[in-house]
């Protein structure tokens, strides 16, 4: 819950608050809150303060709806952390892009048809979860919150979803800081257009988040565990593995 308290009247400025806002009348402190809506002039509940119509007024003084005050403000918060994100999300975005362009744009895996993009980053355990799209690779990447336990650059970490648990590498760069990356696919030469590559990418934080994807995750580990075994003697990096990661990107894409 974030307190805005008296930092003046709301004066009909509708962008300022969120459609959670409960509002307070500056002059006789009758509330209005959204989930209870006005029955004195028949508001429904669930009405938002700024859907309320231009000619309401407070049922406690007749006071105009530009001097209520906010309360509190629960959706508040959450346009902090969504405003947080876009920050985050653009570092990495410039980031990789910036690598991108200085070093990697001759090497001979890169997709041309494709450029660096944040697909579908959401709020995950207090950081930040989405899929990021560039002409080399695709990787599921957590934006960690701040007092996260960061490791060195390229250790691993398991971290659990309801579809199994995957493997990410730890890293950091200029812009985005800490962050870790999941594999999911590279190089990238199997994607015809950077708009087959974002629907894939929707997919998988779809698939991600599916438990019924468990038992399947599993027995693909169980298999690349077998198969590991079996080619340890050879060379385990040249064969495709069947990982967890392959049975939420089903094969699409490649
Ligand atoms: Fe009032």
Request: glycine share 8%.
């Amino acid at each position: 819950m974030t307190e805005l308290g008296f930092e003046g009247s709301y004066l009909g400025a509708n962008d300022k608050i969120s459609r959670l806002a409960v509002m307070e009348c500056k002059i006789c402190w009758t509330t209005y809150d959204p989930q209870e809506g006005d029955d004195t002039r028949q508001i429904l509940p669930g009405t938002a303060f700024v859907d309320l119509p231009d000619d309401w007024t407070c049922p406690g003084c007749s006071a105009p709806k530009a001097q209520f005050l906010v309360r509190e403000d629960p959706g508040a918060a959450s346009a902090a952390a969504m405003a947080e994100m876009e920050r985050r999300t653009a570092a990495l975005v410039a980031d990789f892009t910036e690598v991108f362009n200085s070093k990697m744009r001759d090497m001979p895996m890169v997709n041309h048809a494709l450029h660096v993009q944040a697909v579908d980053f959401r709020p995950h355990e207090g950081g930040f979860l989405g899929v990021l799209i560039s002409p080399l690779s695709m990787n599921l990447v957590f934006l960690p919150p701040a007092g996260y336990p960061v490791l060195a650059p390229t250790r691993k970490e398991t971290i659990a979803f309801p579809s199994g648990d995957y493997e990410f590498l730890h890293n950091s760069r200029e812009q985005t800081g800490p962050y870790l990356a999941c594999s999911l696919f590279s190089p990238m030469g199997d994607f015809g257009s950077q708009l087959q590559a974002v629907e894939i990418a929707r997919v998988i934080m779809v698939e991600l988040f599916k438990a019924e994807n468990r038992a399947e995750t599993d027995r693909a580990a169980d298999i690349r565990t077998i198969r590991e075994a079996e080619l340890m003697p050879k060379q385990p990096a040249a064969e495709p593995e069947p990982t967890r990661r392959r049975v939420i990107t089903g094969g699409l894409g490649g």
